[in-house]
């Protein structure tokens, strides 16, 4: 029996507000908790208002600029790719760097994992995000899972796959240049092993499994529910840990490196699209994590899931958009109503289809 439940509380705070005569003025504030592990996040529908106070728009001539400037000395661009970046040893992947497409994956060079690989995943050094098509996307995954299963049979430890995406600085890229970063490691970071912990949790407690429960509860709710693409769920998360969060769980699979190609394909095509979305709300900075538990883990219950936030706008001087609320209360704040963004996310999800 599904033991997931959508807890939410408000609060009423009282100011006098000097730009209206120090009148007094309510402000309610929703506080909603995820119901897997029960991170918070706040609410306050006035601050919808105010969101070019805290996304003001991209400045077209600032990015111009900063392609300009780093496309010079990119070592992901044409051949310095070859000369700069590192090659995995021949007993693990005999060609040095593994190629699918336009995507390239070898070692980073800084390793803060067992196995930490990079991804260019294009030739063009800059992408603007409805330029990240299902293919450039999909070749990366592809370069990716061919990696795990590489790994998986050198390695009975290597466990835990987390994909992830930084674009742009304001995401903590410190290279322009499209790419993916890959975590291969025997024991979850943080975040992945809590998720992981939690469904194990649930299910001991409850006697079902968490995601396919959250899938058939946001379903039957539908607000939040966006589409699915092939075994991906898409939703928006009720207690989301990011701007704009959009979240896929795969409906079986729990291990990246066992994904059929066609699952790589539908992700692949699903992020296209919210990337559409950030870029028709204005945002060009993302990050996105795509995590995995291989069997036999633990994790009775956890799923492959993406998690999928915008960040801050690229503009002379920005306010990073994580603050106390989100680096030490680990409590994030909604400018968009996750049922709201579903909404809009839906229209995304329904234009014609061509892979
Ligand atoms: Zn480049």
Redesign the pocket.
Known sequence: MSGIKFESYESESHILNPFKGFTEETHIVEVRKDPLLGDKSVYNPALKDKVKFFFAECDAGLIEKLVEDS?KT?I??GDNLEKNTPQYPQSLVPEGRIRIGEAILFPNLFPVSKYHSVIALSKA?FLKLSEFSPEIIGNGLRAAQQFVNTVYVHDQEAAFVAVNANYLFPAGATL??PHLQMLITPSAYSYHERLIQACFKYSQENGSEYYPDLIEQERAIGSRYISKTGGWHWMAAFSPMGINEIVAVHESDNDFGKLSNSDLIDLAYGISRVLTLYDRLGHLSFNYSILSAREPADGKGFRCILKMISRQNLYPNYRNDDYFLQKLLQTELIINLPEEIAMITRNYFKEGRNV
Do not use: G, K, L, Y
């Open positions: 496309a990119c992901f661009c050094h322009v240049h």
